[in-house]
Nanobody, 125 residues
Framework: QVQLVESGGGLVQAGGWLKLSCAASGRTFSNYAMGWFRQGPGKEREFVASISRLGRWTKYADSVSGRFWIDRVNAENTVYLQMNSLKPEDTADYFC??????????????????WGQGTQVTVSS
């Protein structure tokens, strides 16, 4: 059982930046690959970024590649999403998730076992 709590969302203008944080409970954070997903109103949940258990491998959605960076600090039980050059289409609820099954940086939401409550990101034009 893992508890995840996201923070750092808010309102920003297009071209601005935000840094999201996801704090995890437990003493075995490094056993989990971590991912960020997002879901806008009336849209399907979509992959944003993922990171392997020790942070050595990452994957990004094409829509955010070059703008967003995922990182983790296992000693702090925290995963981050640095979001730069934000666009209105980035507006969504952002969720972090933990994958206990494989420990790989999956792009599929069904591979993740634990989810945070989400944090809202709104990008104005």
């Amino acid at each position: 059982q893992v508890q995840l709590v996201e923070s750092g969302g808010g309102l920003v203008q297009a071209g601005g930046w935000l840094k999201l944080s996801c704090a995890a409970s437990g003493r075995t954070f490094s056993n989990y690959a971590m991912g960020w997903f997002r879901q806008g109103p009336g849209k399907e949940r979509e992959f944003v970024a993922s990171i392997s258990r020790l942070g050595r491998w990452t994957k990004y959605a094409d829509s955010v590649s070059g703008r967003f960076w995922i990182d983790r600090v296992n000693a702090e039980n925290t995963v981050y999403l640095q979001m730069n050059s934000l666009k209105p289409e980035d507006t969504a609820d952002y969720f972090c998730a933990a994958d206990a099954a494989t420990g790989t940086p999956s792009v599929r939401w069904i591979d993740y076992d634990y989810w945070g409550q989400g944090t809202q990101v709104t990008v104005s034009s």
